[in-house]
């Protein structure tokens, strides 16, 4: 069975800090791992799709990136506007599914 | 222009109960999907429907039932609901089965 494991559960960092997101996962031949943000009260935001080994994607002040085991999200100089829940998720070869992990609730303190 | 929208927004109700969500896509998507999110914010798959043809049914209890009357649409009726319904729910859309899914903003039942 596929799993996702966020960690850290939560995360507090000075505004302008730096740091990583990580995502661990196991899954029966990945076809795409996904990253959504998620504010209080609202659906998931859909940020980056990963589909190989070595691939790095980017939007503003977040980096995704991907090895065979786990996934980074890095956030490079955070503002209080970046604070949510992120959420990774896995999808499989043949499974229309999305397998999600438990997220990183991220605050940034201005 | 809202992509995925669901209705109510908040739903409190009674044990026992029957109720319906209803979801509408207006971006011309074939896929959809419904996602629980419990009190620990982890998000569950329920079902999905390409096409109006069901092609994901997780786990569910019988008493939850997904309609799609068309494309654009997938509705989700539950049963005599109990407590442990209590959550939000989450409709979402792709392109077509295995594509990146959007989701929309949740609909919060709560079972008293």
């Known amino acids: 069975e596929d799993q996702v494991t966020q960690s850290p559960e939560a995360l507090r960092l000075q505004e302008g800090e730096s740091s990583s997101l990580n995502c661990s996962y196991t899954?029966?031949?990945?076809?795409?791992l996904f990253w959504y943000r998620q504010d209080p009260g609202k659906g998931p935001e859909f940020l980056f799709t990963l589909y190989s080994a070595g691939e790095e994607k980017e939007k503003e002040r977040l980096k995704a990136t991907l090895t065979k085991k786990e996934s980074f999200l890095h956030i490079t100089a955070p503002k209080p506007e970046d604070s949510a829940t992120y959420l990774c998720?896995?999808?499989?070869?043949?499974?229309?599914?999305?397998?999600f992990g438990t997220g990183t609730r991220l605050t940034i303190i201005p | 222009d809202t992509a995925v929208s669901q209705t109510p927004k908040y739903l409190v109700t009674q044990m026992g109960n029957d109720k319906s969500i209803k979801c509408e896509q207006n971006l011309g998507h074939d896929t959809m999907y419904w996602y629980k999110q419990d009190s620990k914010k982890f998000l569950k798959i329920m079902f999905s429907?390409?096409?109006?043809?069901?092609?994901i049914n997780e786990t569910v209890p019988n008493r939850f039932s997904p309609k799609s009357p068309d494309k654009a649409h997938l509705n989700l009726h539950i049963n005599s609901l109990e407590l442990g319904d209590s959550a939000v729910y989450f409709c979402a859309s792709s392109l077509a089965k295995r594509e990146t899914q959007y989701f929309g903003p949740g609909t919060r039942l709560l079972v008293l």
């Open positions: 429907y390409n096409n109006k043809e069901l092609i």
């Open positions: 899954v029966s031949g990945l076809r795409g």
């Open positions: 998720a896995v999808q499989a070869y043949g499974n229309e599914k999305l397998t």
